[in-house]
């Protein structure tokens, strides 16, 4: 165990065992939650300004005539994960930090990072189209973000 284990559990009692876990949980679904919700909601209060710059993106490949169709579906996932990283939060804090990765049985968590990935996905498909392979490469940051979000806990629940 590690000296900041150690020190979450000497001072903070029985919720210290747990704490480093929820922490983790916590913050993965935070940083998802804003991601995903700031750019749905942007993408619906800009609509148009969004679409121009989409057309303009993709105006040399295969997907310039189907560019708003793929803009609400995106906006649409984007705004879907965003909300089951909410119900993340939600269960996560009404549980509070002395269930760890117990939580992780009643599935929102999971469900949301499989939403994300695939919208990462999603994402990056678009990218590659356009040949924006500098955008396909900050993506790849966050689909191993969720890839860790994933990898982890399942790791940690294997070996108990």
């Keep these: 165990m590690s000296i900041l284990g150690v020190f979450y559990i000497v001072s903070l009692g029985d919720l210290g065992e747990y704490i480093l876990e929820w922490s983790f949980l916590f913050f993965i679904s935070l940083f998802f939650t804003i991601l995903f919700l700031q750019s749905g909601i942007d993408k619906i209060i800009a609509f148009s300004g969004n679409l121009n710059y989409f057309k303009d ?18 906006t649409l996932l984007e705004c879907v994960t965003g909300f089951l990283f909410v119900l993340a939060l939600i269960m996560l804090i009404r549980l509070g930090p002395d269930s760890g990765f117990v939580v992780l049985g009643l599935g929102s968590y999971f469900t949301a990072l499989i939403c994300a990935l695939v919208t990462l996905c999603s994402l990056f498909l678009g990218q590659r189209v356009a040949q924006d392979y500098v955008g396909a490469v900050n993506l790849g940051i966050y689909f191993l973000i969720a890839l860790v979000g994933l990898a982890l806990p399942a790791l940690y629940l294997e070996f108990l």
Aim: hydrophobic share 55%; glycine share 0%; proline share 0%.
């Design 57 to 74: 993106h993709f105006k040399h490949t295969f997907l310039k005539s189907q560019v708003k169709l793929l803009l609400v579906l995106i």
